[in-house]
Nanobody, 118 residues
């Protein structure tokens, strides 16, 4: 059974940094098994939006609102996806969700809260 568990969320001041992680169990990350790994976020009263994506060839794409500030990465040896967030703004406040699209199916984590506030 595949499980994705996010961690690393919390409260940070505007301008600060945070790295959130998504550890996968029950699956193995490889260029053959993973189509793409993503981070989505959902703020109160808003729809879930795609923040960052990394495909099997390590090509990355970002929402315009986070370009130059966020970096998605993946460690296949640890079956873990990361999102490094710098220069955080109050509008980045949301629940962040990890999503993995694999040859075996699509999987979601339970989400981790990120709050940017002074």
């Amino acid at each position: 059974q595949v499980q994705l568990v996010e961690s690393g969320g919390g409260l940070v001041q505007p301008g600060g940094s945070l790295r959130i992680s998504c550890a996968a169990s029950g699956m193995i990350f490889s260029v053959f098994s993973i189509k793409h790994t993503d981070w989505y976020r959902q703020a109160p009263g808003k729809e879930r939006e795609l923040v960052a994506r990394q495909n099997s060839l390590i090509v990355t794409n970002y929402a315009d609102s986070v370009k130059g500030r966020f970096t998605i990465s993946r460690d296949n040896a640890k079956n873990t996806v990361y999102l490094q967030m710098n220069s955080l703004k109050p509008e980045d406040t949301a629940v962040y969700y990890c999503h993995v699209s694999a040859t075996s199916g699509d999987f979601w984590g339970q989400g981790t809260q990120v709050t940017v506030s002074s």
